[in-house]
């Protein structure tokens, strides 16, 4: 079991649960994952996620879960919109006039085009008509249900002189 201040070692495959999209892989951190889902950048770092356990680095769900699991194992986790990228936020859904947007950045104003807030916010234009645009500033997954299918590849202590344990099962010191 992992303790909390630990870091924990860990591939994640991020896939959608609802809907057409179901299943559909949204992250990873498995370079043979984004092969074969097709989804491989050259621009991509692939390689596992460190982090310390139970100081909030990773979405709770993944957090929670990590810390019941032994190296090795893997599991998947399914989170609903509260634990995961949140509920989608309809004031975080504005319109604006087509005039205003196109003078505050450089858009076209076209459907799914990024667009960047005054205050730094990125949303993207959802809906546009001849005088106005729709913008989007929640998390592009927010309101949806997700999975997360997480491989604890390593586990240690950050203190100098604790014992490592890694995917062998094999105790080294560090």
Do not use: C
């Amino acid at each position: 079991m992992v303790e909390s201040g630990e870091i924990a070692i860990v591939h994640i495959t991020g896939r959608l649960v609802d809907g057409p999209e179901a299943g559909e892989v949204f992250e990873t951190t498995d370079v043979d994952v984004a092969l074969d889902e097709g989804i491989y950048h050259d621009n991509r770092d692939f390689k596992p996620l460190e982090f310390r356990v139970g100081e909030g680095h990773v979405l709770p769900g993944i957090d929670e879960a990590v810390q019941d699991m032994t190296v090795g194992e893997t599991k998947i986790v399914v989170l609903d919109p509260e634990d995961a990228y949140g509920t989608v936020d309809e004031d975080a859904i504005v319109t604006v006039t087509r005039e205003e947007l196109e003078q505050r950045s450089d858009t076209t104003a076209a459907v799914d085009e990024l667009v960047e807030s005054e205050s730094g916010d990125v949303g993207w234009i959802i809906d546009v008509d001849d005088e106005t645009a729709t913008i989007d500033f929640n998390h592009e997954l927010a309101g949806k249900r997700v999975e997360f299918e997480i491989k604890l590849l390593e586990s240690h202590a950050s203190e100098t002189g604790k014992e490592i344990t890694d995917d062998s099962g094999v105790e080294k010191p560090s």
